[in-house]
């Protein structure tokens, strides 16, 4: 209210001085020439003139305080949820030099927001560098030089010492010349969600591997009465121990799938790259899952051409993927179907493109494809059976060796899953644990 009071008031004193004017004009008009009806004309065309000024006037002003009124309210939200909001946020220059740091930044990190401005974000000075110097290498490039929005999980220290896990969002304000002139960058403390998953992974694990064992035994036990060592059995029963042993398969594979995700998650997966030939591995792939195909009457057309090089990759991993991608289009396909396995080669990369003619995945739900334990609704009618691990793991396997994996997918048409090999070669990494494939 106080805006418009001032413009209110700025338009009373350009009404009065306008009056004034007007009041002049006609007194002089008629002062200097009483018997001219011109000048009297004259007169009167600026009284209408003025009249018609202050009507304008009149009619901005009210709309310029109307405007201005709502703008200073809107501000007024604005600055209450910036600075209301528990994600500590900071806006910088363009050399990352800290401007504006929201109350949270003391919350999150222990900083005041006097220790703050005019810092370097993310130095060790304050509550940065705990990651390696490549990743801020990679993160520069990308929010500045590239001038991209920036997403992912940084470790950070308070100013305790406390080393704490952040979602941290980095977006470049760009002016009219294509020059970044500001950051604003948004971090959300995720160390007891983080704790609270970790927690969960473990008991998952310490579960699967308890059960593990029991499961194992009953598998020899079935394979030992289903081959007549215990005595041949009559049609019945053996038909009744095919079902116990079918059962019993399923949940070894889901035993063994939440193992392999525990063992991924924990970061303490070995790589172990070797020269490999991928073409002798595929097949071997393809031998294990014949008996699979054969049942449905499927067959797989493969496409590996003629220079395919030895890289040098984990065999245990990449069969793994192969493995669930495979196994995936072999169970979600029709019976008498055709899969289609393609290998090629660009300048950096092998490219694997395996294609189904299935039942494909819904669209409203492609985004949730490689979630834990997804299974399109539309697959859950046509196979009960299922874990929904297997493109969830086949993810974060591809990614650990740096490769990408992606698909494509028409409900009833079918799929297409892609995935990429480094023709360099997969890096080593030092770890504990390995997967079951």
């Known amino acids: 209210m106080k805006v418009r009071g001032k413009i209110y008031f700025i338009f009373f004193v350009q009404f009065v001085v306008a009056s004034v004017a007007i009041g002049m004009i006609i007194s002089l008009s008629i002062f200097v020439n009483t018997k001219t009806e011109i000048v009297l004309i004259q007169s009167l065309t600026a009284v209408v003139a003025a009249m018609i000024v202050l009507i304008i006037g009149y009619v901005l002003a009210t709309r310029l305080g109307n405007s201005i009124e709502k703008l200073s309210k809107d501000l007024e939200k604005f600055r209450l949820a910036v600075e209301n909001t528990s994600n500590h946020i900071v806006i910088t220059d363009a050399e990352g030099t800290i401007l504006y740091a929201n109350p949270a930044v003391e919350a999150v990190t222990g900083f005041t927001i006097s220790e703050v401005i005019g810092k370097k974000v993310g130095s060790k000075e304050l509550w940065g560098g705990q990651m390696e110097k490549e990743f801020y290498k990679k993160l520069w490039q990308t929010v500045k030089i590239e001038k991209r929005h920036f997403e992912g999980e940084i470790r950070n220290k308070r100013k305790s010492g406390e080393i704490y896990i952040a979602v941290t969002k980095i977006d470049p304000i760009i002016n009219a010349d294509g020059e970044v002139v500001f950051f604003v960058a948004v971090e959300r403390d995720i160390t007891k969600a983080k704790e609270v998953d970790r927690m969960k992974t473990e008991f998952i694990s310490l579960a699967s591997h308890q059960l593990r064992t029991p499961l194992s035994a009953m598998k020899w ?10 005595g041949a059995l009559n049609p019945e029963q053996k038909d009744f121990v095919k079902k116990i042993n079918e ?6 594979d889901l035993v063994d799938g939440l193992l392999n995700v525990s063992r991924i998650e924990s970061g303490k997966i070995i790589v172990e790259p070797v020269l490999t030939d991928l073409k002798e591995l595929i097949n071997e792939v393809l031998v294990e899952l014949e008996s699979k195909l054969q049942a449905k009457k499927q067959t797989v057309l493969l496409n590996m051409g003629n220079n395919l090089p030895q890289i040098n990759l984990d065999p245990k991993l990449t069969r793994s993927v192969y493995l669930s991608l495979l196994t995936n289009a072999i169970k979600y396909s029709r019976h008498g179907s055709e899969i289609q396995l393609i290998i090629t080669k660009n300048e950096n990369e092998l490219i694997s493109r395996i294609t189904d003619k299935g039942y494909g995945v819904p669209k409203f739900e492609q ?4 979630d834990k334990f997804f299974r399109g609704t539309n697959i859950v009618q046509q196979e009960t059976d299922g874990t929904g691990l297997g493109l969830y793991l086949a993810k974060m396997i591809v990614q650990s060796w ?6 494509e997918s028409q409900e009833n048409k079918g799929t297409t899953f892609w995935f990429t090999l480094p023709l360099s070669g997969v890096k080593p990494k030092k770890g504990v644990v390995t997967i079951d494939s």
């Open 402 to 407: 740096e490769g990408r994996i992606w698909f």
């Open 247 to 252: 059962s019993n398969e399923r949940m070894i």
């Open 367 to 370: 985004k949730k494809m490689f």
């Open 221 to 230: 036990f079935l394979e030992m009465l289903l081959g007549g060592d215990a």
